[in-house]
């Protein structure tokens, strides 16, 4: 008997999918993204940009990157000159006192002056760097929240496209990943660095002498932390994801073919459209998690910006001030360089963390496809 | 961070004092002796958090799974929604494909222009009905070839089957 394949007559994939990836956003909560596109210069909404991005549109292109990075560093280029500039200022007269009590009967008075001096470079920028600290704290909570709101999604249509035994193996990694990283950085790191800037000052002042191994310590231990927590963790995805990709994959194969087997063209027709939603779900997965990544890379954005350009502050007014012989300055801006560097390495890897936890989910999708065959 | 705040002013205090005595102090060995003073001073309250550490008890396991149960709840809700979208998009994907199968046969290998109706069962269990109606008198030929096509290729049996012709 002839038979006509089924979709013969039937209409372009991306046309047939267009209404189910709009009923399907109509049932995804992804309103509590807040103002993340909005900081970011975009008009659209979230599901209006994961509509697009499931089109093939990319929610942000490479201008808009380089827009966005240059209106950030313009912005803050202004606050981080006046500051350098202050810093300098009051080293410079610092450095005058200093000399001056060489030659002074009572030099104490100008080295009381020096110190002076001293704290209220330290009050401006611990005042500075706090305020990056908080930032960061802040931007890691939204981190945490676009990666709470968008991981069910993720997992939820990791379910609908058949990945079962990944979407099982995920969700113990991923709600770790969503609470550890955020008790990680409130808990752990922001007070390791506080107590770093406590260490710089304290030593700076020289009073009991130099603190510069407890300086280090702090130092290497935060990086000892975040070298365990992404070694670990990747580990575990990398060996997980692996694993998860085979399963699923030989599972939907499977299915599809004892599916297509029961009932010679109804089974097939069955098959197709089964085939056809759990490929419209690896494709609206993929544009949840592209958006996604987009936004937190947005919020990871500004308070790196800031974070770089106050090291390069620090570094610069280390570098100048270091011929004028006021060592408490020098050294302390060289101790909150070190922090504050510190502070981005963390930013920067818990972004890192949830950016590349998010690639592996969309990764297991196009693998499983390629597994169905 | 109220207890850090706490630790790292006592810090920078005993610094600054250090260095207020200090200046005040004119004698060399004084000097040495209040910059031994502070240092211990300093000492004691850096060892301060790890002497607090021995009464702190953590557990990893609790602190780290404790979203756990609500990422599965949210997950298991979303995708049952998800999961409803597709039983009616499926079904409705797989009813226009199967009323377009079955005119394309009727016309290829019968020469027949049909309109095929096909209706599922409300309560999920499968094809309620099929109704096929061709505009010409159907021979019972035909209507066999259509029955017995329908039968092997849907597993459709001739109780749900309605065949109108002209």
Not at chain 1, 11 to 37: A, H, R, Y
Not at chain 1, 274 to 287: E, Q, R, T, Y
Not at chain 2, 39 to 44: E, R, S
Not at chain 2, 132 to 161: C, F, H, M, P
Request: hydrophobic share 50%.
């Amino acid at each position: 008997m002839m038979m006509i394949p089924a979709n013969a007559n039937a209409q372009e994939p991306e046309n047939l999918l267009d209404p189910w990836i709009d009923e399907q956003l109509d049932t995804i909560p992804l309103d509590d993204w807040g103002d993340v596109f909005q900081d970011m210069g975009k008009s659209a909404g979230v599901k209006d940009l994961i509509r697009e991005a499931a089109q093939g549109n990319a929610p942000m292109d490479l201008r808009s990157w380089i827009g966005l990075l240059g209106r950030s560093v313009r912005n803050e280029w202004g606050r981080t000159v006046r500051q350098l500039a202050i810093v300098l200022i009051i080293s410079m007269i610092c450095a005058v006192l200093a000399n001056l009590k060489t030659n002074m009967k009572h030099g104490q008075v100008a080295k009381i002056a020096e110190y002076c001096g001293f704290l209220l470079v330290a009050g401006l920028l611990l005042s500075s760097v706090f305020e990056l600290v908080n930032l960061c704290g802040a931007a890691v909570d939204r981190l945490t929240g676009i990666v709470q709101t968008m991981f069910p999604v993720l997992l939820a249509l990791m379910l609908t496209a058949g990945e079962m035994t990944g979407q099982g193996l995920l969700q113990p990694l991923v709600a770790t990943a969503a609470g550890g990283a955020s008790v990680l950085f409130h808990a752990v790191i922001i007070p390791l660095i506080v107590i770093d800037l406590a260490v710089v000052t304290a030593g700076a002042l020289g009073a009991g002498g130099t603190l510069k191994k407890l300086h280090k310590l702090m130092q290497k231990l935060c990086k000892w932390l975040i070298g365990a927590v992404f070694t670990l963790f990747f580990g575990v995805l990398a060996i997980q994801g692996i694993a998860a990709t085979t399963f699923d994959g030989m599972a939907a194969r499977t299915a599809r073919y004892t599916v297509e087997n029961v009932v010679p063209v109804a089974g097939k027709m069955f098959a197709q459209s089964v085939d056809l939603v759990f490929s419209g779900s690896i494709l609206l997965k993929n544009a949840v998690g592209v958006v996604g990544m987009v936004a937190l890379a947005g919020i990871c954005l500004e308070p790196i910006i800031r974070l770089c350009l106050m090291i390069v502050c620090l570094r610069m007014a280390s570098a100048i001030t270091e011929p004028m012989e006021v060592s408490p300055v020098t050294e302390s801006l060289d101790g909150y360089g070190d922090a504050v560097s510190t502070l981005a390495v963390s930013i920067g890897a818990v972004g890192i963390l949830f950016f590349i936890m998010t690639a592996v989910v969309l990764g297991m999708g196009s693998a499983v496809l390629m597994m169905r065959g | 961070m109220e207890q850090i705040k706490s630790w790292v002013l006592q810090l920078v205090m005993i610094g600054l004092g250090g260095v207020i005595a200090s200046s005040l102090i004119h004698r060399e060995s004084f000097q040495r002796y209040v910059k031994l003073v502070i240092g211990f001073l300093m000492i004691m309250v850096l060892i301060q958090p790890v002497i607090k550490l021995r009464d702190f008890s953590f557990d990893p396991s609790r602190l780290l799974f404790e979203n756990m149960g609500g990422l599965a709840e949210e997950t298991s809700a979303i995708s049952s929604d998800m999961e409803r979208v597709n039983a009616n998009w499926m079904d409705e994907y797989a009813v226009k494909n199967m009323q377009s199968q079955i005119e394309t046969d009727i016309e290829t290998v019968l020469g027949y222009d049909s309109r095929v109706d096909v209706r599922l069962s409300p309560d999920g269990s499968g094809i309620y009905r099929v109704r096929i109606t061709v505009r010409e008198a159907l021979t019972g030929e035909d209507q066999l070839w259509i029955l017995n096509s329908l039968r092997e290729n849907y597993g459709l049996t001739e109780d749900k089957i309605r065949l109108i012709g002209g």
